[in-house]
């Protein structure tokens, strides 16, 4: 499949996608914990973003790889996020703790493709 934009690239969909559960799960956490609802959204909404300027800036390995390493963090922070909000749902039975294990896998996935991604970038270049 040929890549012309940044749309072709299935992280790039997954991130979008991903953010569909992010909404779900944020919903859940209670008021008290604005901070962590914060939190979950800002780094989920951050990975679109970074891997599209990343894309943007291709022509330049050093940029490309600093863009998705960005991206891979934010996803990273995202698993984070997640897992406490998972322990938050001991305490708070109205969060779904299923919707928490795979707004996590979900976002592993984004992680390794993210790496993955990076890698072969490398490696083509």
Known sequence: MAIYDVTDLNVYKRALQGLKLIYKIAHQIPDSHLRLRS???????????????????????????????????????????????????????????????????????ISKQLNSMIKKWIDYR
Not at 52 to 66: D, I, M
Request: aromatic content about 8%.
């Open 39 to 109: 939190q979950i959204i800002n780094s989920g909404e951050s990975n679109p973003p970074l891997i599209a300027e990343g894309f943007a800036k291709r022509a330049s390995v050093k940029e490309f790889k600093r863009f998705l390493t960005m991206a891979m963090g934010s996803s990273d922070e995202t698993i984070t996020h997640a897992r406490e909000i998972y322990l938050l749902s001991n305490t708070y039975k109205r969060i779904d703790k299923k919707l928490c294990a795979d707004l996590g896998n979900e976002y592993k996935i």
